[in-house]
């Protein structure tokens, strides 16, 4: 098992542009979420899914939008990317028979905006 | 609202033991989950408490107390593999809020 990979590994964007960051989980669990996590500090929680077709808003979803069509996948978009949207995003995933289910983390994504 | 506090950073020798406080407010608790992250790597799961009291794991243990909404990890017999940022994470409504993270330096 692959568990679960993320799609870039880095990227560089100027202000104004636009992206996507693929997420997907071979374990077929059912909770995904979308993190952040910005230099000395902890995770913060963007977006996450519950099941497929389903998502729901963290503690900082502004600027970002997200989608769930296939139970495997989570995408993370950024319509007009913000330098204050430098930072390193970590998918999770779990299965999600509790709340404080094992998440297992994908290795990040390392964006720039400038 | 939720919020988490734990120390910003532990330094310790090798072979010595260290303990992390993590200090809740809550409401709808559901427990407390501690996770490990190195330089450069994602969030691995440690342990989870959802009753008082304590959970070993090898050199680890993870303790609560609902009544004081307090718990602790405690790192063991330290070695230099164990330098690392920890985060304890409060579980509820489907999801969970991470602490700030202690960063944890093991000198040789």
């Known amino acids: 098992n692959a568990g679960v990979t993320q799609t870039p590994k880095f990227r560089v964007l100027k202000t104004g542009q636009s992206m996507t960051l693929l997420c997907a989980q071979d374990?077929?669990?059912?909770?995904m979420y979308w993190y952040r996590q910005d230099p000395g500090m902890g995770l913060r929680l963007i977006h996450y899914?519950?099941?497929?077709?389903?998502?729901a808003k963290g503690e900082v979803p502004d600027g970002y939008n997200v989608s769930r069509l296939k139970k495997q996948n989570f995408l993370l978009g950024l319509e007009s990317a913000a330098p204050s949207q430098t930072s390193v995003y970590f998918c999770a995933s779990s299965y999600g028979r509790e709340s404080t289910d094992t998440q297992y983390f994908g290795p990040g994504t390392r964006l720039t905006v400038l | 609202g939720q919020s988490l506090e734990q120390p910003s950073e532990v330094t310790a020798v090798e072979g010595a033991i260290v303990q992390i406080n993590c200090t809740y407010q809550t409401s709808g608790f559901y427990g407390l989950s501690w996770y490990q992250q190195h330089d450069g790597g994602a969030p691995t799961f440690l342990s989870y408490n959802a009753l008082d009291g304590l959970e070993e794991t090898g050199r680890f243990s993870s303790f609560l107390s609902r009544s004081d909404s307090y718990g602790y990890l405690l790192l063991q017999e330290l070695q230099m593999k164990d330098s690392a940022s920890y985060f304890c994470?409060?579980?509820?409504?489907?999801?969970?809020?991470f602490g700030g993270g202690t960063r944890v330096l093991v000198k040789p």
């Open positions: 899914s519950v099941g497929e077709g389903t998502t």
């Open positions: 374990m077929n669990h059912e909770y």
């Open positions: 994470a409060w579980g509820g409504g489907n999801k969970l809020t």
